[in-house]
T-cell receptor, first 110, second 116 residues
Framework: KQEVTQIPAALSVPEGENLVLNCSFT??????LQWFRQDPGKGLTSLLL?????REQTSGRLNASLDKSSGRSTLYIAASQPGDSATYLC?????????FGQGTRLTINP | EADIYQTPRYLVIGTGKKITLECSQT?????MYWYQQDPGMELHLIHY???????EKGDLSSESTVSRIRTEHFPLTLESARPSHTSQYLC???????????????FGQGTRLTVV
């Protein structure tokens, strides 16, 4: 059974810092890994998708990496801003279903 | 932009009522999912489907039921709503991994259900 773990559960940093969110998964037989953002009481916004054959993807200040063999992914956020405050979720797509981690609640302090 | 829609966005309903949450997608995706999320908590998969006439229970036991009569439509039904069903319900879809390269999942905006 696929299990996805995100560390840390919560993170608070001052504005302008670079930061890294971590995601690990137990079964490396995945089709892809996605990073999502969720604002309080809202739905999910897809940030980055990494196919299983890829090692990283970049979008603006966000960079996500994937090491399938070790079951790890990181989301790097450069020059953080207060508007980045949200919960960040990683999810892995297997043959059967899309499995989520518990999320990292990020707070960027002005 | 994702073409997956959930209605209603918000619903307040009395205990004992039957409700159906609608989810439709226009991307021709075979796989569809329903997740339940309490405020501030993680997402739990409650149902998923591989295609027409396919439905599977997810990781979290749920009193709801689903049907998949058409590819684009995956409604979730509660026969008798209770306050414990108060939650946000999120629907998603993706292509089948065995047939395509891009298996990105797309989410609807969610339905926030309150049972009083």
């Amino acid at each position: 059974k696929q299990e996805v773990t995100q560390i840390p559960a919560a993170l608070s940093v001052p504005e302008g810092e670079n930061l890294v969110l971590n995601c690990s998964f137990t079964d490396s037989a995945i089709y892809n890994l996605q990073w999502f953002r969720q604002d309080p009481g809202k739905g999910l916004t897809s940030l980055l998708l990494i196919q299983s054959s890829q090692r990283e993807q970049t979008s603006g200040r966000l960079n996500a990496s994937l090491d399938k063999s070790s079951g790890r992914s990181t989301l790097y956020i450069a020059a953080s801003q207060p508007g980045d405050s949200a919960t960040y979720l990683c999810a892995v797509m297997g043959a059967q279903k899309l499995v989520f981690g518990q999320g990292t609640r990020l707070t960027i302090n002005p | 932009e994702a073409d997956i829609y959930q209605t209603p966005r918000y619903l307040v309903i009395g205990t004992g009522k039957k409700i159906t949450l609608e989810c439709s997608q226009t991307m021709g995706h075979d796989k569809m999912y329903w997740y339940q999320q309490d405020p501030g908590m993680e997402l739990h998969l409650i149902h998923y489907s591989y295609g027409v006439n396919s439905t599977e229970k997810g990781d979290l036991s749920s009193e709801s039921t689903v049907s998949r009569i058409r590819t684009e439509h995956f409604p979730l039904t509660l026969e008798s709503a209770r306050p414990s069903h108060t939650s946000q319900y999120l629907c998603a879809s993706s292509a089948l991994g065995a047939t395509v390269v891009n298996t990105e999942a797309f989410f609807g905006q969610g339905t926030r259900l309150t049972v009083v």
